[in-house]
C-alpha cells in the first residue's frame, strides 16, 4: 500500500512543481529508510526569520494527496530536503502570487481545486475488501489476467529429413519417462542446435516465439507426444517431444491485487460521481 501512497505523493508533487519531476525520476514509487530524529515540532527550514516545521510540511503533502498518511517522517531520507524545498519555494512564490485569491477567476479555480482535493479524499478513504478483490479477479480472468498459453518441449535438430525419420524410428514405441530419457539421449548424440547439451530442452516458452511450422507442430501436439513427421523450418528437420502444456495461465491474485483495489476504488466513486450528477437540476441552455 504505502508504494501506490508514495507514488501518488511523486506523481501529486511533480504535477505542482515543474522540475519536480524530472529530479525524482517521475512518479515511481520512493525508496529508502526514514530520515532518525524528525517528530512534528522539529524545525527543517527558517525563512526570513520564521521556523518551518515538520508539520508545516505535512500539512503541504497532505494537501497535495488528500491522504492524511502521508507524513515526511516515514519518507526515504533522500528525499526529505527535496520536499522541504518545495514547500519553501512555495511560501517565496505566495507572497507575489497570493494578490490572485481576489480575482473571480481564481475564486471560481478554488472550486475545481476541492473537487480535485474531495475526489483524492475520497479515492483514499475508499475501502476495498479483499473478497471484492477475488470476485472481481475471479469473473475477469479470461478477461484482463490471462496469459499466453505455454508449452515446455525438447527438441532434436538435423539437417536431412532422412536423419530425422530415422531418430523418430527410434523413439516410437517409448512412453513416459524412458521417452524422455531415449529422447535427451539421442538430442545429445545427433542435435545440431544449441540445446543439445541440455538434451534438446527448451523450458517454457511461448509458441509465437517459434517459427512458424515449429509453432504449429507444438500446438496441435499434446502432452507425452513426439512428432510422427519431421518438422522442417529454415534451421533444418526438427524432432520434437511435447512435455507439458499450460493453456490456462493467469496471472496471480498477489501480484495484480493493487490494480484491482485501484480500479474496484476508481469504478465506486464514478458511480457517486454519477448519483451526485443525476440528482441535480440541470438546463444547458447552449449546445
Not at 497535495?64 to 526515504?76: F, N, V
Not at 479515492?123 to 479477479?137: C, H, P, Q, R, T
Not at 489476467?145 to 535438430?157: D, E, N, Q, V, Y
Request: zero cysteines.
Amino acid at each position: 500500500m504505502k508504494k501506490i501512497i508514495l507514488g501518488g505523493l511523486v506523481a501529486a508533487a511533480a504535477f505542482a512543481f515543474p522540475g519536480m519531476a524530472g529530479g525524482m525520476g517521475g512518479a515511481a514509487p520512493l525508496n529508502g529508510k526514514p530520515m532518525k530524529g524528525l517528530t512534528d515540532n522539529t524545525v527543517v527550514a527558517v525563512l526570513n526569520g520564521k521556523k518551518i516545521t515538520v508539520k508545516d510540511v505535512n500539512n503541504f503533502l497532505q494537501g497535495m494527496t488528500a491522504d492524511k498518511r502521508i507524513k515526511l517522517q516515514e519518507l526515504p531520507a533522500q528525499h526529505v530536503g527535496q520536499f522541504v524545498k518545495q514547500y519553501v519555494d512555495t511560501l517565496v512564490l505566495y507572497k507575489k502570487a497570493k494578490s490572485v485569491e481576489k480575482t473571480p477567476q481564481f475564486q471560481a479555480l478554488m472550486k475545481k481545486m476541492a473537487v480535485d482535493y474531495w475526489l483524492k479524499q475520497q479515492l483514499n478513504n475508499m475501502k476495498i475488501s479483499d473478497a471484492e478483490v477475488k470476485k472481481f479477479y475471479e469473473a475477469n480472468k479470461d478477461i484482463y489476467f490471462k496469459t499466453t498459453p505455454k508449452i515446455k518441449a525438447r527438441h532434436i535438430l538435423v539437417k536431412s529429413e532422412k536423419e530425422a525419420e530415422k531418430i523418430i524410428n527410434e523413439l516410437k514405441g517409448l512412453h513416459g519417462k524412458a521417452l524422455e530419457k531415449k529422447f535427451a539421449e539421442l538430442a545429445k548424440k545427433y542435435s545440431t542446435g544449441p540445446t543439445k547439451v541440455n538434451g534438446g530442452e527448451l523450458g517454457w516458452f511461448d509458441p509465437k516465439q517459434m517459427v512458424q511450422p515449429f509453432a504449429q507442430a507444438v500446438e496441435k501436439m499434446k502432452p507425452g507426444q513426439i512428432t510422427l513427421k519431421p518438422v522442417h523450418t529454415r534451421f533444418g528437420y526438427h524432432v520434437i517431444l511435447v512435455e507439458a502444456k499450460n493453456e490456462k495461465n493467469y496471472m496471480p491474485l498477489n501480484q495484480v491485487k493493487l490494480q484491482i483495489i485501484e480500479y474496484l476504488k476508481r469504478a465506486k466513486l464514478q458511480k457517486e460521481i454519477q448519483k451526485l450528477k443525476d440528482s441535480a437540476k440541470v438546463e444547458i441552455k447552449v449546445k
